[in-house]
Structures are given as C-alpha cells and as structure tokens.
C-alpha cells in the first residue's frame, strides 16, 4: 500500500479544506495517508512516504506563500525526482481569467526537478464549495491508485 503524505499551508482556511477532502478520497481509495501543515511536518523526511499531495495557495503576485511555504519547497524540491507528487491550492482573484499561473510555475518547476507530476495542479477559486470537495476527493481518490 502506498504511503501518502498531504503537506499544505493555508492563511484563509480554504487551502486546508481543500487538503482535508483529499485525504478524505486518499483513505476512500485505501492509501495509508497523513496531513500535515508545514509547520508540523517540518524536519520529517520526504523520503518516507511513496506519494505527496503539496497544497499552496496562490499569494502576492501568482507565487507560492513566500514566509512558510517556499522556504519549506525550496528546501525539499532536491529530493523530489522520480517522486510521484500532486499539487493543489486556492486563489482568491481573477488573474489571468483562471487563476492559474502560479500552478503553472509550480508545476513546471517541480518537473524541472525531476517529479512525476500528478495529473495537473487543482485549483479551486476562494473557499471550495460541496462540489469542489467532491473535486479535491475524487482527486485524492485518484492520486490514491
């Protein structure tokens, strides 16, 4: 069985609902999984776990949080080739009409490194409604297999 960690930061709470539904469809699809905020992750190591789900919201100008979050990514994305890794995050503005051009960069950068990038990065905008959790779920469930 895989072992799944979920690692997010989250300011507003939406990020961390998101996380919450992923795991929910993690456990549905019978991954072993754990979430973590940043912060309580911290020194464990990426290398135990078969998976990551990475949750970042989209801040200042379509960047990842840049006081927890980057330091944190920067930090680990050396280990990340040949890792099966998810990506996923909140924004809160139109942007360039989806929101979507730190996810872009997130994902692009986290190829350079070598990951096997799940899917693409989810997205949802500001808080996820019941139907955007069924799409972190069904997410989860995917990422899960």
Same mark, same amino acid.
């Given at each position: $069985?895989?072992? +799944?960690? #979920?690692?997010? @930061?989250?300011?507003?709470?939406?990020?961390?609902?998101?996380?919450?539904? #992923? $795991?929910?469809?993690?456990? *549905?699809?019978?991954?072993?999984?754990?979430?973590?905020? #940043?912060?309580?992750?911290?020194?464990?190591? +990426?290398?135990?776990?078969?998976? +990551?789900?990475?949750?970042?919201?989209? $801040?200042?100008?379509?960047?990842?949080?840049?006081?927890?979050?980057?330091?944190?990514?920067?930090?680990?994305?050396?280990?990340?080739?040949?890792?099966?890794?998810?990506?996923?995050?909140?924004?809160? @503005?139109?942007?360039?009409?989806?929101?979507?051009? @730190?996810?872009?960069?997130?994902?692009?950068?986290?190829?350079?490194?070598?990951?096997?990038?799940?899917?693409?990065?989810?997205?949802?905008?500001?808080?996820?409604?019941? *139907?955007?959790?069924?799409?972190?779920?069904?997410?989860?469930?995917?990422?899960?297999?």
């Amino acid at each position: $069985m895989a072992k +799944i960690a #979920v690692i997010y @930061w989250s300011g507003t709470g939406n990020t961390q609902s998101m996380a919450e539904s #992923v $795991m929910e469809g993690l456990k *549905a699809g019978g991954a072993e999984a754990s979430l973590f905020t #940043v912060s309580e992750f911290g020194s464990k190591s +990426i290398d135990d776990y078969d998976k +990551i789900a990475f949750g970042c919201p989209a $801040m200042g100008a379509e960047e990842l949080e840049p006081d927890e979050f980057e330091p944190f990514f920067a930090s680990i994305e050396g280990k990340l080739s040949g890792k099966k890794i998810a990506l996923f995050g909140s924004y809160e @503005w139109a942007g360039d009409g989806e929101g979507g051009e @730190w996810m872009r960069n997130w994902e692009a950068r986290s190829k350079d490194k070598g990951a096997d990038l799940f899917e693409e990065g989810l997205i949802i905008y500001d808080a996820p409604t019941a *139907a955007g959790k069924d799409k972190c779920k069904e997410f989860g469930e995917r990422f899960s297999k």
